[in-house]
């Protein structure tokens, strides 16, 4: 599924994904992480990457995803995933997180860097 970039971002792409299922902020903050620590890049603002964070926090003991066992509430608490190395996010987080970068990489060279 390719989702729309939107001012040099995923940010609405998460929150629609979000509201019609809360826990795919897993997901979200998963590829995040590992674009941002692994891949060098951001596909999410840092407010929206902090606010799902908050969120995984302040829900954790109500949701339920594949890859929960993965991100520890003490993770969620300081608003990181660095400590997680490449070979712990699952080939499923790490296809879709190139993917998604991929894609981005491709809107910044045709809208421009600065095309927010």
């Known amino acids: 599924m390719k989702f729309p970039i939107v001012n040099g971002t995923y940010d609405q ?5 979000f509201k019609v299922n809360p826990a795919s902020a897993f997901s979200w903050v998963m590829a995040a992480s590992y674009c941002y620590y692994h891949l060098y890049e951001s596909i999410l603002e840092d407010t929206t990457f902090d606010r799902m964070m908050k969120f995984l926090l302040d829900n954790y003991d109500n949701l339920e995803h594949t890859n929960k066992s993965l991100i520890t509430k ?5 608003g990181s995933l660095y400590n997680l190395s490449v070979n712990d996010y699952p080939l499923r987080v ?5 993917e998604l970068l991929r894609n981005l990489l491709t809107w910044k060279a045709t809208n421009g860097e600065n095309q927010k």
């Open 13 to 17: 792409a998460a929150r629609e994904s």
């Open 94 to 98: 790490k296809i879709s997180a190139d």
């Open 74 to 78: 003490d993770m969620l608490a300081v």
